[in-house]
């Protein structure tokens, strides 16, 4: 059986990053099932399988993640997803993993970032230059349209330059992009990116990057300061949440006393700043059910189910 293919122009063409925040924000007001992901250490990179399910639909997203691949000029992210009908148990889309990821992650930094991101930020200081960094400077741009300046700091100044050429940014070093009003970290780095004490009162951190235990991309000592501190999901964070997991080691967090809430608080606008000077910091290490969101948005608009 040959089935229909949406590549990352047919996934953008079909679903913009505004479309994709609000998809998120209604999976996040109902009930989707879905497993924590499986994951398989093969030839330095990570398999990852993610399945979920909800209302007439089902999916899995079979990704490799690969960060040798930086070196090599390839896409850190490569992978593909199915779509079934659930009720007739029948596959009806396939779509390009890498590009679902790249959409449905900035999309839950931004349902955080617009519950508590202050209203008047003015600077985005971007972490990393890949597909990620520059899907999280449109999606911060939906939800905080007062944003002027994008401050991007990268692993290459080839990489940089390419980025802030693509989003109207400009180079930075770590301690000018983490002294931004909000600072996204999109990158494949195992060990912090940016400094505890360069992050200023006032600002919201959305970290993407590390999604396994051993990794982190910002210091404990952050995680530590922060006056709000939520995830995604508590269960998939407490076991592939690096800089919680290594900061809640370090005794500068508690699962228990300082995890302010997930992504469900946050859409129902439970958890929310309470001064303009406090430091709020959303996790994500990505859903499965962000997936089928996102990719039953696109089926739809696509014509492929009803």
């Known amino acids: 059986m040959s089935l229909p293919h949406l590549d990352a122009d047919a996934i953008r063409h079909h679903v913009s990053m505004a479309q994709a925040i609000e998809a998120l924000r209604a999976a996040f007001s109902t009930r989707v099932d879905h497993a924590l992901r499986t994951h398989l250490h093969v030839a330095g990179g990570d398999l990852l399988v993610m399945p979920a399910a909800g209302g007439d639909v089902a999916g899995i997203k079979l990704v490799m993640v690969q960060p040798r691949n930086a070196d090599r000029g390839e896409p850190t992210i490569q992978g593909t997803y199915v779509l079934f009908d659930a009720e007739a148990g029948r596959p009806v889309a396939l779509l390009d993993g890498a590009a679902l990821t790249a959409l449905r992650t900035p999309a839950a930094s931004a349902l955080a970032t617009d519950a508590l991101a202050r209203e008047d930020v003015r600077t985005l200081g971007i972490f990393g230059a890949g597909p990620q960094a520059r899907d999280h400077v449109e999606a911060m741009r939906v939800v905080r349209p007062s944003l002027e300046e ?157």
């Open 150 to 306: 994008v401050l991007v700091c990268a692993r290459t100044t080839a990489s940089t330059e390419r980025l802030c050429e693509e989003v109207g940014g400009r180079p930075a070093d770590a301690n000018t992009a983490a002294a931004a009003d909000i600072v996204c970290t999109c990158t494949s780095s195992t060990t912090p990116v940016l400094a505890a004490e360069d992050v200023r009162p006032g600002a919201h951190l959305n970290l993407v990057g590390a999604y396994t235990a051993g990794a982190h991309e910002v210091p404990a000592a952050l995680v530590g300061r922060a006056d709000i501190v939520t995830v995604d999901e508590r269960s998939a964070a407490e076991v592939e949440a690096g800089d919680l997991i290594q900061a809640a080691e370090a005794g500068a967090f508690d699962w228990e006393t300082d995890l302010a809430g997930d992504l469900v608080d946050l859409v129902a606008r439970r958890v929310a700043r309470n001064a303009a000077t406090q430091v709020t910091m959303f996790k994500s290490v990505g859903l499965a059910l962000e997936d089928l969101a996102v990719a039953e948005l696109v089926a739809r608009r696509a014509g492929l189910i009803s």
